[in-house]
């Protein structure tokens, strides 16, 4: 699929613009803009289960969903994106995952921006379970957990991807939680060589917070100007 626009589009129970079950699937050069799902709806953008599928070059803005995945939502699938933007995306009510939510599967995420998405319940932007990949070279700004469970940018929750080369800038957690940018839950990610700065949470982990059950790898990333309420301005 290529040069496509999904816009202005609603279900009831999710993938507004389009809805993968068992397939192959490649997007590139297309547009994800408004579209929107009910109050028991996942992934408005895309509903994409037990399948394989590659988004390069492809914007998604402003798309929201009540449940996981204000833009897309993922079950037991791969999913490769390359140099794609998501935008002011939003998981309003439950469960999280402002532009992303994926369980059960893998996943590739290289030169990619997520500005600006929120979640009412964990991972403003990205929500991961059970799930393992990369997260590389990536941006991520702006990004708001606003309610409750924490992690401004990315949740993971049993999931230890290589995350290396990126930018987490100016996330937070509003909710009395933890994780301005990453919060880790049984999980242990290797981070390396990122940059986590003016991040906060509205308890501890101003950048990253780690559970007692998480091993995370730690190399060369630089924290500036992070910030806590309570304990843990980095």
């Given at each position: 699929?290529?040069?496509?626009?999904?816009?202005?589009?609603?279900?009831y129970q999710g993938g507004a613009g389009v809805y993968l079950m068992d397939t192959n699937a490649s997007f590139v050069d297309c547009t994800f803009y408004l579209n929107t799902a009910g109050v028991t709806g996942s992934g408005a953008a895309?509903?994409?289960?037990?399948?394989?599928?590659?988004?390069?070059?492809?914007?998604?803005?402003?798309?929201?969903?009540?449940?996981?995945?204000?833009?897309?939502?993922?079950?037991?699938?791969?999913?490769?994106?390359?140099?794609?933007?998501?935008?002011?995306?939003?998981?309003?009510?439950?469960?999280?995952?402002?532009?992303?939510?994926?369980?059960?599967?893998?996943?590739?995420?290289?030169?990619?921006?997520?500005?600006?998405?929120?979640?009412?319940?964990?991972?403003?932007?990205?929500?991961?379970?059970?799930?393992?990949?990369?997260?590389?070279?990536?941006?991520?700004?702006?990004?708001?957990?606003?309610?409750?469970?924490?992690?401004?940018?990315?949740?993971?929750?049993?999931?230890?991807?290589?995350?290396?080369?990126?930018?987490?800038?100016?996330?937070?957690?509003?909710?009395?939680?933890?994780?301005?940018?990453?919060?880790?839950?049984?999980?242990?990610?290797?981070?390396?060589?990122?940059?986590?700065?003016?991040?906060?949470?509205?308890?501890?982990?101003?950048?990253?917070?780690?559970?007692?059950?998480?091993?995370?790898?730690?190399?060369?990333?630089?924290?500036?100007?992070?910030?806590?309420?309570?304990?843990?301005?980095?």
């Amino acid at each position: 699929v290529s040069d496509c626009n999904f816009s202005f589009n609603s279900s009831y129970q999710g993938g507004a613009g389009v809805y993968l079950m068992d397939t192959n699937a490649s997007f590139v050069d297309c547009t994800f803009y408004l579209n929107t799902a009910g109050v028991t709806g996942s992934g408005a953008a895309a509903y994409i289960e037990e399948s394989n599928v590659s988004f390069s070059r492809t914007n998604f803005m402003m798309n929201s969903s009540h449940l996981e995945g204000g833009a897309v939502f993922l079950k037991n699938s791969f999913i490769d994106l390359n140099n794609s933007l998501f935008q002011e995306n939003k998981s309003l009510t439950a469960n999280g995952g402002g532009a992303i939510y994926l369980t059960g599967g893998h996943f590739s995420f290289d030169q990619s921006i997520f500005s600006s998405n929120s979640a009412s319940y964990q991972g403003g932007s990205i929500y991961l379970s059970d799930s393992n990949g990369s997260i590389l070279r990536t941006v991520f700004s702006g990004n708001q957990n606003t309610a409750s469970n924490g992690a401004g940018a990315v949740y993971l929750n049993r999931s230890s991807p290589e995350i290396s080369d990126c930018n987490f800038t100016s996330n937070s957690t509003s909710a009395n939680n933890f994780g301005g940018a990453i919060k880790s839950v049984d999980s242990s990610p290797s981070i390396s060589n990122n940059l986590f700065s003016f991040n906060s949470s509205a308890n501890g982990g101003g950048a990253i917070y780690i559970d007692s059950n998480s091993v995370p790898a730690f190399s060369s990333n630089t924290f500036l100007s992070n910030s806590a309420s309570i304990a843990g301005g980095a």
